[in-house]
């Protein structure tokens, strides 16, 4: 094993820690705007230490691989994730990274990855459209996105293309995070329904194979006793001239 392996390994977890600290740490100003001063400076700056944490690993990653410049190509979207948060709106990339990790977490077989992307993107892209929307939206003038159940009813009907249009954004960035939410939407949609379709076509050709195999099992057990017939048979026909000559 490498060591760029081993400190994936070994830092795998406490990202995923780091990160849901990171998440909490964004969305309770959010779900509870009233906060103490101290309480927002501290969400604030577990936000900043957050990101310094991924900084870090991805320096230290850069720094382990082998080829520098193909690490940068392969990872290209690790950089992104650590770049753009500088700015606020985009501070939730971060998240993509507790989705990285955790598909790769104790799953080994590519159905299962799947699986854990389409579900745990869904709920991580309904979450952070939520949150972000309604950290953008609130305040503005003529906005309808007021609180945090507003944000995740606009973001669940935006991701399932309902679209009532009570909730829509009015600002640049909200729009934007809209624009976000409707292309990863409609891709985790496909993602499902691809995934949910394999399974139920490999569920059908299990139970055809297991069907095949039933009938050749009683194939096989009709031709046996067939076979032991007409030994039976075979026996009885040698018997019966001997029998004759005795009787004779």
Wanted: aromatic fraction near 8%; proline fraction near 4%; charged fraction near 20%.
């Amino acid at each position: 094993m490498s060591r760029l392996d081993l400190w994936r390994q070994r830092t795998e977890w406490p990202l995923i820690g780091v990160a849901v600290i990171f998440l909490v740490a964004y969305g309770l100003p959010i779900a509870v705007p009233g906060l103490p001063r101290w309480a927002d400076v501290l969400c604030g700056t577990l936000m900043t230490a957050v990101w310094f944490v991924f900084a870090a690993d991805y320096l230290v990653r850069l720094l382990l691989a082998d080829d520098t410049w193909q690490f940068v190509r392969r990872y290209w979207l690790d950089l992104v994730v650590v770049v753009l948060p500088l700015l606020r709106p985009l501070r939730l990339l971060l998240l993509v990274k507790v989705l990285q990790r955790f598909s790769r977490t104790g799953v080994q077989r590519l159905r299962g990855r799947v699986v854990t992307y389409a579900t745990g993107g869904t709920a991580l892209l309904i979450l952070t459209s939520a949150l972000a929307i309604t950290d953008t939206e609130r305040g503005a003038p003529g906005a309808t996105i007021e609180s945090l159940s507003d944000g995740f009813w606009w973001a669940i009907t935006t991701m399932t293309t309902v679209g009532y249009g009570d909730q829509f954004p009015v600002t640049t960035a909200g729009r934007f995070i809209a624009a976000g939410l409707m292309v990863g939407g409609i891709a985790l949609l496909g993602v499902v329904t691809a995934t949910l379709a394999s399974w139920m076509v490999q569920t059908v050709e299990e139970a055809a194979e297991d069907e095949a195999t039933a009938t050749r099992a009683q194939v096989n057990d009709l031709a046996a006793e067939v076979r032991a017939l007409r030994a039976e048979l075979a026996r009885a026909r040698d018997t019966e001239p001997a029998e004759a000559g005795g009787a004779r």
